[in-house]
C-alpha cells in the first residue's frame, strides 16, 4: 500500500451539488457531528503534475490532499475525455491513500447499467432478459425474441429518464432508429410482469435499510412518477444478496433494486451507486429513534476518518 499523504484533519469532501435537499441533509448531518464538509462540482477538479512527479489534484474547494474522505455523488453528464478525467484523477488520489466512496472503479460500474448487470447475473442472482446491441437490425431481432414486449432504458441514466415500454414493432422501429441515429448503445430487456412494484436495498456499510415501492398506474417505480413507498424489514436473504454485491463491486453507499417478478418472485434490476433517498427518509419520518439516512452516512464516513471499519449507528 502507498504511504498515505493526505490529511487526516477529518474533513469531508462531497463532489456533487451543493445545493438542493440531498445536500442540505448531509451538510446538516455533518453538523450535529461537528464535521467540517464542503461542497465542489466535478467539474471544477483539475489536475497537476510538478517537475517533481508529484501529483496534485484541487477542485473549487481546494486541494483534495486537504480532505481526509470523499464522498462521490451525483456526476454530471460529460464527453468521454471528461468523464475519463474525474475518474483518472478520483482513481490516482485513491492509490495516494485518500478514501473515496464510492471508489472510482465501483462508480464505473454502477453508472453502466450492462457492466453492473454482469455482475450480478455472474454471482447467480436472477435478472431480467437482457440485450445490449449497436444496430437497429439487431435491435429488432430481440426485440422479437423477448416477445415484442420490452423496456427500452439509457445505458446509463436513472430516476426513471428515459424508459419506456414498447409493445409493437411500429414503435420498435422508430424506437431503434433514432437510438442508431445518436450513435447511442440499444438497452432492452424483456417486461417483467406484473410491473410497477419493487424493493431498494439500501446499503450504507454493513446496513441495509429495505423500501417497498408500488405504482399501481404504471410500470415504473419511481416516486417522482407517482409510486408509493413503504419502510420495510429485509429478509435474510435480502440482506446477504444486497452485501454480496457490495462487496463484490466494492460499494460502499449505494442500493440494489430488485423488481417483482411474477415467476422466480424477484429479479435484480440494478445496481444505484450513487442513491436517492427522499422518499425512503419520508417513510421514517414518524419514527422519533430513528436517526436520518444522511445520519447515518455521515456516521459510515466519520468512521472511516476515525479508522473504524465497522461503521454502522443503530437504526
Known amino acids: 500500500m502507498p504511504s498515505c499523504s493526505h490529511s487526516t484533519g477529518g474533513r469531508l469532501l462531497v463532489l456533487g451539488p451543493g445545493d438542493g435537499w440531498h445536500a442540505e441533509q448531509l451538510r446538516g448531518a455533518a453538523a450535529s457531528v461537528g464535521l467540517p464538509i464542503q461542497f465542489a462540482d466535478y467539474e471544477t477538479l483539475t489536475a497537476v503534475i510538478g517537475s517533481d512527479g508529484r501529483l496534485q489534484g484541487r477542485c473549487a474547494a481546494g486541494p483534495l490532499a486537504r480532505y481526509a ?51 450480478v447475473a455472474h454471482l447467480g442472482y436472477p435478472v431480467p432478459e437482457t440485450a445490449v446491441v449497436q444496430s437497429r437490425r439487431d435491435a429488432l431481432t430481440c426485440f422479437v425474441d423477448f416477445g415484442q414486449d420490452v423496456v427500452v432504458k439509457p445505458i446509463f441514466g436513472g430516476e426513471g429518464r428515459g424508459v419506456m415500454r414498447v409493445q409493437n414493432r411500429e414503435l420498435a422501429w422508430s424506437t431503434f432508429t433514432t437510438l ?49 413507498c413503504q419502510a420495510i424489514v429485509a429478509t435474510i436473504e435480502q440482506r446477504e444478496m444486497a452485501l454480496r454485491i457490495a462487496n463484490v463491486m ?30 425512503a427518509q419520508s417513510c421514517l419520518a414518524g419514527c422519533r429513534e430513528q436517526t436520518t439516512i444522511a445520519q447515518q452516512m455521515i456516521a459510515y464516513l466519520h468512521a472511516q476518518i476515525a479508522g473504524d471499519r465497522r461503521a454502522t449507528v443503530p437504526p
Request: with cysteine; net charge positive.
Open 69 to 119: 474522505v470523499v464522498l462521490c455523488r451525483t456526476m454530471p453528464l460529460g464527453s468521454l475525455e471528461q468523464i475519463t478525467f474525474r475518474l483518472a484523477i478520483l482513481q490516482a488520489e485513491l492509490e495516494r491513500g485518500l478514501p473515496i466512496v464510492n471508489p472510482p472503479r465501483t462508480l464505473e460500474l454502477a453508472i453502466d447499467k450492462f457492466a453492473a448487470l454482469a455482475k
Open 250 to 279: 466494492n460499494l460502499k453507499i449505494g442500493s440494489v433494486d430488485l423488481l417483482d417478478c411474477t415467476q422466480s418472485g424477484y429479479v435484480v434490476l440494478e445496481v444505484n451507486g450513487v442513491p436517492g433517498w427522499k422518499a
Open 180 to 228: 442508431e441515429r445518436l450513435n447511442a448503445v440499444i438497452y432492452m430487456q424483456r417486461f417483467v410482469p406484473p410491473g410497477g412494484r419493487d424493493t431498494r436495498l439500501l446499503v450504507i456499510g454493513q446496513q441495509v435499510l429495505a423500501f417497498r415501492r408500488t405504482n399501481e398506474c404504471d410500470f415504473r417505480t419511481n416516486t417522482a412518477g407517482g409510486a408509493s
